[in-house]
C-alpha cells in the first residue's frame, strides 16, 4: 500500500480520525500508511482544521490530469494557524506557551514541499514521533510553523541554526522562518546570538531557554489573572459578574504563582 495514492476511502477515514483527535502518527498506523504521507494529505488539502475528504479527492484527481501537483494551505489551513494564535499553546509537549501573538497568524501565508522531514542528525529522529510532537503543540494552539522551527532546533546536535539553515532544511520561506524565531526569541523559547564574522544571527536553544520560556508564560497568566481581580474590583464584589471574575483571577493567581515558585525550584534539574 506505500507508494499508492490514497483512497477516497482513506481519506473518510482520516477525516474520522481527525475528528476523533487521533495524532497523525496513529492515523497513519491505522492505515498501514507512512506518517509523511498523512502529514502531506492534511497540509495540502486544508489543514488539520479544514480537511474535507470530498474536496481532498477531487483535488487529487486534478492534480493527475495537469500533471502538476502543488502543496499549499488553504483558507481553511490559514484559519486555523489564526485560530491557534489567538490561544495558549506549547512546543513539543516540553514547555507552556503563554499568550500567542496575533502577528504570528501571518505564518499562515507559507507553501512548504514536506509536511514533515529534515529533523534530526543523519536519520536519527523517528520521523513519525517528529510528527507526533508537533501535532501536540499545534493541537494545544500553537502555529504549526512555529512548532516546526521549534523543533528542529531542538533536535539538532549543538540545538543551533541560522535563519538560512531553518529554510533550507524546513523548504519554507525566509518570511515564515523570520516570524517562526521572531516569536520564539520573544516568547523565550530561544535566544538570538549574532555570529560576527559572518554577519549573521545564530537562534539557539538551550535548557536555560527552556526555563525562561516557561516563567515568561507563568507571567503572562499572572497578568491575566490581576486584569480579572481588578475588573471584579472595578464590577462590584457583590455582583454576578464581580464574583465570577474574583474566583477566575484568585485561581489563576495561585496557581501562576506556585507555578514560577515550583519553576525556581527544580531549575537545577536543566543545570
Known sequence: MPGERLTQQERQRIAAGLAGG????????????????ISREIGRNGGPRGYQPQQAQRATVQRA???????AYGAGARAGVRAGARGAGAVGAVGAVGAVKGRAGETGEYREVEAVGGYGEAGEV?????AEIIEQAVRTGLPRMIARVHVDLLLSDDGRRTAAELTRRLRVSPASVSVAVNYLVE???VRRERDTGRRRDVYVVDDDALYHSVVLSTRHTLDSARAALAAAESAGPDSAVGRRLAKAGAFLERVSLE???SADRW?????
Do not use: Q
Open 22 to 37: 487521533l495524532s497523525y502518527a496513529e492515523i497513519a498506523r491505522r492505515l498501514e500508511r507512512p506518517t509523511s504521507t
Open 65 to 71: 490530469r495537469r500533471g502538476t501537483p502543488t502543496v
Open 126 to 130: 523517528d520521523e513519525g514521533a517528529v
Open 187 to 189: 516568547n523565550g523559547y
Open 259 to 261: 507555578m514560577m515558585e
Open 267 to 271: 531549575r537545577d534539574l536543566l543545570a
